[in-house]
């Protein structure tokens, strides 16, 4: 597509039970990013593929969550054993290069746990 | 640690006045801003860009101002109108070990009254 692809649009799960979410970037853009948007406020960064691999997980915020990305496209931003404070909304953004370009968003995976 | 922030987190105009939307940061390494534009449901669009070598960029109807000595950002948009209304980020753009990192603010709604 000509956009920034995630999925699914709406996930609702149990504590404790393991997610995995995924984003599809624009083709042919090297560098993919993945954030946290909690309700209300502003984006945090999790983590920084440029290809397949992640010279930046420094915004992962525990050993339960891991991204992987195969084929310089397709990621998968995956969360065991969920807790409550995960629920957010989980964006996926890439672009061209790694350098000063803009981001380009997808609609954002939107995670409760209950 | 370092920030970016709003100065305002409600901004309310009325249809064809021009909005002024401000952003400080604190981190005096960024080199690279982006205005984004966040409608409800829907990931961070990309508005409008400017390099840290420059101090003023225009696009259509939008227009950001760049003012190093104070770390200064803003947004301008130009005869406001009701599908302007959103949530607006400015994000600064940090250069790490192998690619860009944002940083974004938390944001300032903008309602646009008829």
């Known amino acids: 597509g000509a956009g920034v692809s995630q999925s699914p649009s709406n996930k609702v799960t149990e504590k404790g039970k393991d997610v995995e979410l995924r984003c599809d970037p624009i083709?042919?853009?090297?560098?993919l990013y993945w954030y946290r948007q909690r309700l209300g406020q502003g984006l945090e960064f999790l983590i920084y593929f440029q290809g397949n691999s992640a010279p930046d997980k420094s915004g992962l915020p525990s050993d339960r969550f891991s991204a992987e990305r195969t084929g310089e496209s397709v990621s998968t931003l995956t969360i065991q054993r969920t807790q409550q404070e995960d629920s957010a909304v989980y964006l996926c953004?890439?672009?061209?290069?790694?350098?000063?370009?803009?981001?380009?968003f997808g609609d954002g995976t939107r995670l409760s746990i209950l | 640690g370092e920030s970016v922030g709003l100065h305002l987190p409600t901004l309310s105009v009325q249809e064809g006045d021009n909005s002024i939307i401000n952003c400080a940061y604190s981190n005096s390494a960024s080199d690279y801003f982006i205005w984004y534009k966040q409608e409800s449901g829907k990931g961070p669009q990309f508005i409008i860009d400017i390099r840290s070598n420059m101090d003023k960029r225009q696009g259509q109807r939008v227009t950001v101002l760049l003012n190093k000595t104070v770390k200064h950002l803003s947004l301008q948009i130009a005869a406001t109108q009701p599908g302007d209304s959103a949530v607006y980020f400015c994000a600064e753009n940090i250069l790490t070990g192998g690619g860009n990192k944002l940083t974004f603010g938390t944001g300032t709604q903008l309602k646009v009254e008829l």
């Open positions: 953004a890439s672009s061209s290069t790694g350098g000063n370009q803009p981001q380009h």
């Open positions: 083709s042919g853009h090297t560098a």
